[in-house]
């Protein structure tokens, strides 16, 4: 994949081979691999809209070229946005662990992230695509100036899935201005007409009207799809990601991840007519 991508003259990390012309090595039962080096810096959050329009055009511009992608790939990642199953996860969890100290608070955010999903259509079933597969903010590098995207890293988790999750995926990443487990998260509207914006005015004529008209239903089931998926971290405490500084436990932070992605949602949801707005002209 990224041989073509630089083919079509996207910058883009390369697989360097080994002395002896593979692509990794073995060593003490671990798979080791040396990728090039990408100048730029990556963000956890956007401070303006410039940025989210440039990431935009640069997602955009990622996905048009592995539209000409032919090959198959030698590993397919399983499908990983399906709203039901992370749901029933979360039940199993919650059945198993009704002794777990944060029970009430988990209890609380399940009850809001149900009246949340209740409270829209979920997106329409599109075809699949060969995508990106984890487009967060942290995986798009911008130049030195901090306001042009330039490369897409972590490509490791390329699959084909409908393209309206994987933008739902990025704009929930891309127009939160605040951490991921800020409890005052919030949907920026500037940084979302911006990032479809940019988007649209590279991939007009790629994306479909089923597809477009996805976007922003798929928008609010990633939030709540990660939000299950945190809520469960939560009750497990397995999630390899933890501030120690600022969370007693794995659980607390999990928890506070949770609560981050609905006050996103809940934010996404007063201004639905706003989002859709922003698409319509994005893709006029």
Not at 11 to 39: F, K, M, Y
Not at 73 to 95: G, N, V, Y
Not at 124 to 147: M, W, Y
Not at 152 to 177: F, I, K, Y
Request: glycine content about 6%; some cysteine.
């Amino acid at each position: 994949v990224t041989a073509h991508l630089a083919a079509c003259g996207m910058l883009t990390p390369r697989v360097l081979r080994t002395r002896e012309g593979a692509l990794a090595i073995e060593h003490n039962g671990d798979c080791w691999r040396v990728l090039s080096w990408v100048e730029g810096q990556a963000f956890d959050f956007l401070a303006q809209p410039a940025q989210a329009a440039t990431a935009g055009a640069l997602l955009a511009r990622f996905h048009t070229l592995l539209a000409t992608f032919t090959e198959e790939l030698r590993m397919e990642r399983a499908p990983i946005h399906e709203f039901a199953r992370h749901r029933a996860r979360l039940t199993a969890a919650q059945d198993m662990r009704r002794a777990h100290r944060l029970r009430d608070g988990v209890t609380r955010a399940v009850e809001q992230l149900d009246v949340l999903r209740a409270a829209y259509a979920a997106p329409r079933a599109t075809p699949a695509r060969l995508v990106h597969g984890d487009p967060k903010i942290s995986n798009v590098l911008f130049d030195q100036s901090g306001t042009h995207a330039v490369c897409l890293v972590d490509l490791d988790t390329l699959a084909r899935m409908a393209l309206p999750l994987e933008l739902g995926d990025a704009l929930r990443s891309w127009c939160n201005p605040r951490r991921e487990d800020d409890p005052q998260a919030r949907f920026e509207m500037d940084l979302f007409a911006a990032a479809v914006g940019g988007y649209g005015a590279a991939a007009r004529d790629f994306i479909s009207a089923d597809e477009t008209a996805a976007i922003v239903p798929a928008t609010l089931e990633i939030h709540l799809e990660l939000a299950a998926r945190f809520l469960v971290d939560a009750l497990e405490e397995n999630y390899f990601g933890w501030d120690t500084a600022r969370y007693a436990s794995r659980g607390a932070h999990n928890l506070a991840r949770a609560r981050g992605q609905l006050a996103a949602a809940v934010s996404l949801l007063r201004q639905v007519a706003a989002a859709e707005d922003a698409v319509a002209k994005a893709f006029a």
